[in-house]
C-alpha cells in the first residue's frame, strides 16, 4: 500500500487510454494493452476513450468517433480488460478533463509543446488544413488526463513517452507553485514499444491504414499478411534476406508461438533459403491463433449490447466522482473556487 501526494489513495492508480479513431490493432495490444491486462489486479484502472482528442484531427468524421467508441469497448472487453475491476471512461461526459486542460494550459510554457518530437512529426504528416489549435494542444490535454486521477503510472507505446514527461514537469511545476495536488506518474512502456505497419513503415497507426486489426477475421489477416511488405532488397527467394526492420519477423517474435520455427525462418532467410510466402503463411497461422479467442469474445459481447454501455457508464460514474474531487483541490489551490477569495 502507497500513500500519493496530497490525498488518501491507498492502491496506486493507472490511466492510460485511446483515442476512438477505429478498432484497435496488433500495435496496441503488443505496446499498450498486454499491460494493463497485466496490471489490472495491482492498479486501481481508469481507461480513456480518448474522444475529445480524437477531435483534434477528425473534427470532420464525428460519426467515426462514436462509432469507435463502441468498437474500442468491444475489443477491451474481447481482450479481457474487466470493467468491474477497471473503469471505462468516455473523456468527454467527465467535462473536468477540459476544465483541467485549460487550467494547466496557463502554467505550460508555449515551447514545451514546440519542441514535443511526438506531437512534431504528427504536425508535419497533416495536411495543413486538420492542423487545429487542439491538435497542437492534445499532449496538454493528455497531461490533464493523467492527472485528473491523480495517476501514478501510464502504460503506452513509446510514442506516448514525451508526453508522460511533460505531465511529470506539469505535475511538479504546479505542486511547487500551488500546492502538493499531483503525484509523478511513471511511464511504462510496452513489450514492442513501436510495432511496424504492415506497409513496412515505422507505426501500425489507425489512421495509416496499415493495420491487423484485433478484429480481422481470418480470411482479411490472410490477405493482408500476403500482400505485406518484407524485404525489398530481395527479389528472389534464393537472394539472402533482412530479418532486421523486417515487419514480417517482427510480427512472428511478437505472435508466434513456436519459437524454434521463427529461428529456423530466420536463419533461412539470411541465407537465401526461404521464400517470403513459406513465412507469410506460417505467420497467417500464427496471427490466426491468437486472435481467435479475441474474436469469439468480441462476438459474445458485441450480442449484448446493454453490457457494454453498461460497463462505459459505471466506469464513467466512478471517474466523474473523483475528478470533481481532484478539481476542488485544484480550484482551491489555485484560488479560483470561490466569490470570496477575490476579497481575501
Ligand atoms: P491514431 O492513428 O488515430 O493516432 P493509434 O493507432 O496511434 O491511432 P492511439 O489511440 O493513438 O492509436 O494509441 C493508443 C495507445 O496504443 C498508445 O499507448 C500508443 O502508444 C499505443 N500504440 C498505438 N500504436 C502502436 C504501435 N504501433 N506499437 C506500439 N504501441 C502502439
Ligand atoms: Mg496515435
Redesign the pocket.
Known amino acids: 500500500m502507497t500513500e500519493s501526494v496530497g490525498s488518501g489513495i491507498t492502491i496506486k492508480r493507472i490511466l492510460?487510454?485511446?483515442?476512438p479513431?477505429?478498432a484497435l490493432?496488433l500495435?496496441?495490444y503488443?505496446?499498450?494493452l498486454e499491460n494493463w491486462l497485466r496490471l489490472q489486479d495491482q492498479y486501481e484502472c481508469f481507461f480513456l476513450i480518448?474522444d475529445y482528442q480524437?477531435l483534434g484531427d477528425h473534427f470532420h468524421e464525428i460519426d467515426l468517433i462514436r462509432e469507435s467508441v463502441r468498437e474500442v469497448t468491444l475489443d477491451w472487453l474481447a481482450v479481457g480488460l474487466d470493467p468491474d475491476r477497471s473503469a471505462f471512461v468516455i473523456q468527454s461526459y467527465v467535462p473536468e478533463h477540459a476544465e483541467l486542460t485549460m487550467l494547466l494550459s496557463f502554467i505550460t510554457p508555449l515551447g514545451m509543446l514546440e519542441r514535443n518530437p511526438t506531437l512534431k512529426s504528427e504536425l508535419d504528416a497533416l495536411p495543413v488544413e486538420r492542423r487545429s489549435v487542439g491538435f497542437f494542444n492534445y499532449p496538454m490535454s493528455q497531461v490533464a488526463d493523467i492527472l485528473l486521477p491523480k495517476a501514478h503510472l501510464v502504460?503506452?507505446?513509446?510514442?506516448?513517452a514525451p508526453h508522460v514527461e511533460m505531465t511529470r514537469e506539469i505535475a511538479r511545476k504546479f505542486n511547487r507553485m500551488f500546492a502538493e495536488v499531483f503525484p509523478e506518474p511513471d511511464t511504462l512502456i510496452?513489450r514492442?514499444?513501436?510495432?511496424?505497419?504492415t506497409d513496412g513503415s515505422a507505426?501500425?497507426?489507425?489512421?495509416?491504414g496499415n493495420?491487423i486489426a484485433l478484429s480481422d477475421d481470418a480470411d482479411t489477416v490472410k490477405r493482408k499478411v500476403m500482400s505485406m511488405y518484407t524485404d525489398p532488397t530481395r527479389l528472389r527467394a534464393s537472394d539472402p534476406g533482412h530479418v532486421e526492420g523486417n515487419p514480417l519477423f517482427e510480427y512472428h517474435d511478437a505472435f508466434n508461438q513456436d519459437t524454434a520455427q521463427v529461428a529456423d525462418f530466420k536463419a533461412r532467410y539470411v541465407a537465401g533459403k526461404v521464400g517470403d510466402v513459406e513465412v507469410k503463411k506460417a505467420l497467417v497461422e500464427a496471427l490466426n491463433r491468437f486472435l481467435a479467442p479475441i474474436r469469439t469474445r468480441r462476438d459474445e459481447y458485441a450480442a449484448k449490447p446493454q453490457l457494454v454501455e453498461d460497463a462505459l457508464m459505471e466506469g464513467t460514474r466512478r471517474t466523474r466522482k473523483i475528478a470533481a474531487e481532484t478539481m476542488r483541490e485544484v480550484r482551491a489551490a489555485m484560488r479560483i473556487d470561490s466569490y470570496t477569495t477575490v476579497w481575501e
Not at 492510460?16 to 483515442?19: H, L, Y
Open positions: 492510460t487510454g485511446i483515442r479513431t477505429g490493432h500495435g496496441h503488443v505496446g499498450a480518448a480524437a502504460p503506452v507505446g513509446d510514442d506516448q510496452g514492442i514499444p513501436r510495432l511496424r505497419g507505426k501500425m497507426s489507425k489512421s495509416k493495420v
